[in-house]
């Protein structure tokens, strides 16, 4: 039993010792192991691509950001292993910027859908009522919903009184040479009796309506809500048929005003977010700026324009800037492009490395943690989170 407890004791001695020599390598490792950013990107008249690499452990593990005019994508790989983080299209920037505006189009939808069905509601209550007060009262009397009504009824009983007049005459002018003057009499009795039926059967008294207030006033509301109805109509048309430099112009503004209110905002939270970071970045960079190693940048421009004269021109002035620029660690180099078809066309092409040395930012990196701007900013980043995310259900 001793024998055991002995050889479990050196395996254990003996991992712990070898478990200690890989924290140590590792350590060593990612205090002196250099981290490399590297920024590439090129671009033409048809478009751009910007690429930013962050490469550690030999580049093994590298962390990647592509940038074009379609896409924004974000990668981590480590070895072959790839997995896409994030991805952003401008279809879908368009889209988040064209909610508000949909919103408002989908507001006012909604309520027109809600207006129309209250209408159609109060409608069909009014002819039920109707029907029904009609089926308790007497058949003589009769139930009509407005003046309107029987302003109608009075115009189509002139126009049967009129119309019987018409074919009368008609039937007297006929008949006239074939009967005597005794049978013109009798017919004009007749017609007369006629007449004086249909006037009595037309008359006023007869479109005597008893309505009730109540009934009146119903439809009196949903005539008002059909005009209203009318009137929203002609707004949404009027709307839609403004177009051309007007609704241009009114577009512009509003999408000027908006921009202008996001920057102003901005710039102002900026400014106060610079004036409390501003002296920690400071004390920071005095502190370890001896551990950034910069390379010196690279920039290559491909240019051609629309005459050969005119490109030779450009390149004898752009030659004195080659040398400027390395004073100032950038390698500028400008190719002029001389086709067989002169045409103007631009290709550039830069990068520039970046090396960080943790074993030389371990004193400035400990100092920021004595640094209360910085957990006041952290404070402040968590509220806005936090009120970010509640926003949406207090406007739910």
């Keep these: 039993m001793s024998e055991f407890w002995a050889i479990l004791w050196v395996i254990i001695k003996y991992g712990l010792i070898i478990g200690l020599c890989f924290a140590i390598i590792a350590t060593l490792i990612i205090v002196f192991h250099p981290i490399c950013i590297s920024l590439k990107g090129r671009g033409s008249i048809k478009g751009q691509r910007g690429e930013a690499k962050l490469s550690y452990l030999f580049g093994l593990l590298r962390l990647r950001c592509i940038a074009s005019s379609h896409t924004q994508d974000v990668w981590l790989e480590f070895g072959r292993f790839k997995k896409l983080l994030q991805r952003v299209s401008v279809r879908d920037n ?86 005597d003057s005794n049978e013109d009499s009798l017919l004009k009795e007749d017609v007369s009796e006629e007449l004086s039926e249909g006037k009595e059967y037309l008359s006023d008294e007869d479109f005597k309506v008893e309505a009730t207030p109540e009934q009146l006033a119903e439809l009196q509301s949903i005539l008002e809500e059909d005009e209203k109805k009318k009137e929203q109509q002609e707004e949404l048309k009027q709307k839609k048929s403004k177009s051309g430099f007007n609704a241009k112009l009114l577009k512009f503004k509003k ?16 400014k106060q977010k610079w004036n409390s970071l501003w002296p920690v970045v400071k004390r920071f960079w005095n502190r370890g700026k001896k551990g950034f190693r910069f390379h010196e940048a690279y920039l290559k421009v491909e240019y051609s324009l629309d005459e050969h004269y005119l490109t030779g021109m450009l390149c004898g002035y752009l030659a004195p800037t080659v040398g400027f620029a390395k004073r100032y660690g950038l390698d500028f180099v400008p190719i002029p492009v001389f086709p067989n078809i002169p045409e103007a066309g631009v290709y550039s092409k830069a990068s520039w490395q970046i090396d960080i040395l943790p074993y030389k930012l371990i004193w400035a990196v400990t100092a920021l943690l004595f640094e209360k701007n910085i957990y006041k900013e952290l404070y402040w980043l968590y509220k806005w989170k936090k009120a970010k995310k509640s926003k949406p259900k207090t406007e739910n």
Excluded: C, G, W
Aim: charged share 45%.
């Design 94 to 179: 368009e889209a988040i910027e064209n909610t508000d505006n949909k919103q408002d189009v989908i507001e006012s939808v909604k309520k027109e859908e809600l207006k129309e069905k209250s209408l159609e509601d109060n409608k069909e209550k009014a002819e039920t009522e109707i029907k029904a007060d009609n089926l308790n009262e007497s058949p003589k009397e009769e139930v009509v919903e407005k003046d309107s009504v029987q302003e109608k009824l009075m115009d189509s009983s002139s126009e049967i009184t009129s119309s019987k007049e018409e074919v009368v005459e008609e039937h007297i002018d006929d008949h006239s040479d074939n009967n």
């Design 255 to 270: 999408d000027f005003n908006r921009r202008y209110k996001q920057i102003k905002s901005n710039l102002v939270l900026l």
